[in-house]
């Protein structure tokens, strides 16, 4: 029998601090690669010199420089320029553990049923903020085969379905993978999970980096037209009270009052059920009460408003809905196809 072959793909920017501990990773993996194709959007820290040295002294190993590409770009050009069977991708700043290729792609090999896989994904913080903002940043993937997605952070899938799909859709800065992955699923691909494939990643430093993470999500959610609009606006009308209520308090004391039952609601409501959920895993009460709360009612805000944000832009704004529309039906054509 004829062996499949693999790719290990990553797009990199700027990554001079983690891109030897990330390529030190694909080189050391338990299941050796038959190629690693590196893009990089146009690194100005020295990023390139460590490709350099690294492909010169690797054969499997290559590196595209695709000067302002985005994520999607960049993995569409690496996945077009691989003459491998299955496609492993992950990305700049993550870290995968040695045994992550061999578990990642060992149910493509197993079940030719199967063509895509999702890992896992593992948080690696530097302090208790980070802790916490990772054990909220990431979701667990479903037991459930048809509710699961695989993401580009951690993933494995047939070369033929990215064809089949017509790519990573390239208009997207955020929510890429996920259109991706749906549109794989539409065209009938089935999701296994590696439970064994573990991806290390650092979540966001501070509360103004998460935000913009936040927002960017629901950007993305909404560019795809899958914004929930309702809870959006419901979500938004609570912060708009208690922020209005609370600016109003300082020429009536009265307003703190409705501030801060409108606080105690959302406490009961949005945070209190996600502590009680961290709980349950083991996470101290000292963290949970100092920094949850806090990320909790970021993600709320600056999510929804991006969410609201994204879905403007997808109905009013070219050619998001145009590209959505062309992608959905399999007439969209990467631009980067032949790169």
Wanted: aromatic content about 12%.
């Amino acid at each position: 029998m004829q062996t499949e072959t693999i790719a290990i793909i990553s797009t990199v920017l700027n990554e001079r601090n983690s891109i030897k501990n990330l390529l030190d990773a694909f080189l050391s993996q338990t299941r050796k690669a038959d190629e690693i194709i590196i893009v990089d959007g146009g690194s100005t820290d020295g990023t390139l010199d460590l490709l350099q040295d690294y492909a010169r002294n690797n054969p499997s190993l290559q590196y595209i420089v695709a000067k302002g590409v985005n994520i999607a770009q960049g993995r569409n050009i690496a996945i077009a320029r691989a003459n491998a069977d299955i496609i492993a991708a992950t990305d700049g700043g993550c870290h995968p553990e040695p045994t992550w290729l061999e578990e990642l792609v060992k149910p493509l090999l197993d079940n030719p049923d199967f063509a895509a896989v999702s890992g896992v994904r593992k948080i690696e913080s530097a302090n208790r903020f980070e802790l916490f903002a990772g054990a909220l940043s990431t979701s667990g993937n479903s037991a459930n085969e048809h509710d699961r997605v695989f993401h580009g952070r951690n993933s494995a899938f047939r070369k033929s379905i990215w064809t089949a799909a017509g790519g990573y859709p390239e208009w997207l800065y955020t929510a890429e993978d996920t259109l991706f992955a749906q549109k794989a699923k539409a065209l009938g691909c089935r999701v296994a999970l590696a439970s064994n494939a573990i991806v290390s990643w650092r979540p966001r430093p501070n509360l103004k980096k998460l935000a913009k993470q936040y927002f960017l999500y629901g950007r993305g959610t909404g560019r795809i037209a899958q914004a929930d609009l309702t809870a959006a606006f419901y979500h938004l009308r609570n912060h708009a009270i208690w922020i209005g209520t609370f600016l109003l308090g300082f020429y009536s004391y009265w307003f703190w009052l409705v501030s801060l039952a409108t606080l105690i609601f959302m406490y009961l409501t949005l945070v209190r059920p996600v502590l009680n959920k961290l709980k349950k895993q083991g996470y101290d009460r000292l963290g949970l009460y100092a920094y949850v709360p806090i990320i909790v009612m970021t993600r709320s805000l600056y999510n929804n408003i991006g969410q609201l944000y994204g879905y403007w832009e997808y109905n009013k704004v070219e050619p998001f809905k145009k590209n959505h529309d062309l992608y959905c039906s399999g007439h969209w054509k990467m631009a980067h196809f032949n790169s």
